[in-house]
């Protein structure tokens, strides 16, 4: 059975940073694009970061840019995501996904696996 497990959400204050890790078994990913995404309540479950096959190259939401890193280890089957500066609108549930693609994509529906998602609360 494929399953990817998140870890590492919390609680931290505003400024701070957290790393969730993102694990996978029952098949390999290397060839997957991986992606995080986030949903706060009551909005729509957004991209946060994707990562190519190799991770040579990444993409991020505006509203992360330049706060949050996406890397992979393929070795290990699994990704992750370090969050520095967090702000209290980065509290959400966050999500990592595959996607059998060739190139990295914001598109939810473009997603084949899901992890169950860990919480991020950032207070002010």
């Known amino acids: 059975q494929v399953q990817l497990v998140e870890s590492g959400g919390g609680l931290v204050q505003a400024g701070g940073s957290l790393r969730l890790s993102c694990g996978a078994s029952?098949?390999?990913?290397?060839?997957?694009?991986m992606g995080w995404f986030r949903q706060a309540p009551g909005k729509e479950r957004e991209f946060v970061a994707g990562?190519?096959?190799?991770?040579?190259?990444?993409a991020y939401a505006d509203s992360v840019k330049g706060r949050f890193t996406i890397s992979r280890d393929n070795a290990k089957n699994t990704f992750y995501l370090q969050m520095n500066s967090l702000k209290p609108e980065d509290t959400a549930v966050y999500y990592c996904?595959?996607?059998?693609?060739?190139?990295?994509?914001?598109?939810?529906?473009?997603?084949?696996?899901w992890g169950q998602g860990t919480q991020v609360t950032v207070s002010s």
């Open positions: 029952g098949r390999t990913f290397n060839t997957y694009i």
């Open positions: 990562v190519s096959w190799t991770g040579g190259r990444t």
């Open positions: 996904a595959a996607a059998n693609r060739f190139s990295i994509t914001t598109i939810v529906a473009s997603y084949s696996h």
